[in-house]
Nanobody, 117 residues
Framework: EVQLVESGGGLVQPGGSLRLSCVAS????????MSWVRQAPGKGLEWIST????????SHADSVKGRFTVSRDNAKSTLYLQMNSLKPEDTAVYYC??????????WGKGTLVTVSS
């Protein structure tokens, strides 16, 4: 059974940083691309970033480019999202997803990030 478990969310002040983690199990993590997606309160889903299986390629949405960085540790079956210079508009539930082109076929339950003073 595929499981994706996010952690690392919480309350942070504007300008602060957080690192989200996602521990994967039930599939061969090192062979799969992975993505982060978020959903702000009352809004739709927004793709944030994708990293390929060996972390040689990654991409980020324009809204987070230069502030967020996706990475992975295949030995630990863990995906990360380093978030710097956080803004109130980054407040959202952040989901870790398994990317099986062209779909995101498995999702975690999400972790809430709140950016507020």
């Amino acid at each position: 059974e595929v499981q994706l478990v996010e952690s690392g969310g919480g309350l942070v002040q504007p300008g602060g940083s957080l690192r989200l983690s996602c521990v994967a199990s039930g599939f061969t993590f090192s062979t799969q691309a992975m993505s982060w997606v978020r959903q702000a309160p009352g809004k739709g889903l927004e793709w944030i970033s994708t990293v390929n299986s060996d972390a040689s390629l990654s991409s980020h949405a324009d809204s987070v480019k230069g502030r967020f960085t996706v990475s992975r540790d295949n030995a630990k079956s863990t995906l990360y999202l380093q978030m710097n210079s956080l803004k109130p508009e980054d407040t959202a539930v952040y989901y870790c997803t398994k990317y099986n082109y062209p779909d995101m076929d498995y999702w975690g339950k999400g972790t809430l990030v709140t950016v507020s003073s």
